[in-house]
């Protein structure tokens, strides 16, 4: 087994109508306003940003994103990813009642060099990590969606 391998997916219930939360969704640029554990985005280009984040590990993951798929209608964005983590990340839209279901799944492997040697010992911090993040991430939309 890679133990520098992680595979993520998290839902989160919103109560906002889906094509709300994909504009805030889609302004990756806008994402440290409301989710605490992004601290940075910059964009390089149309299609590609650096960003940098932060849990509750005293360490910050750096990565290049870069866009692969934006399609407003089926709800879907992803994006590849290198750097401190390489893989991708997406996230999917659909209505839930008159709310949205969204569904943030991720595949990366780690290259900070630290955390590929923790890997095994650490995972479970890790995971618990990127657990604290999500959480991070939904209270601090729902709040943003309520604002906007």
Known sequence: MNWSHFRFRTVWDLTARP???YAVLERAEDYPLWWPQVREV???DEHTGTARFRSFLPYDLLITARAQRHDPSAGVLEAGMEG?????AR?????DGSGTRAVYEQEVEVRKPLMRRLALPCR???VANH??????????????????
Not at 84 to 88: P, T
Not at 131 to 148: D, F, K, N, P
């Open 91 to 95: 996230w999917t839209l659909k209505e």
């Open 124 to 126: 479970p911090v890790f």
């Open 19 to 21: 094509d709300a939360v």
């Open 131 to 148: 657990a604290a993040m999500m959480r991070g991430g939904r209270r601090g939309l729902t709040a943003y969606l309520g604002r906007v």
């Open 84 to 88: 401190d983590l390489e893989g991708w």
């Open 42 to 44: 910059t964009p390089v």
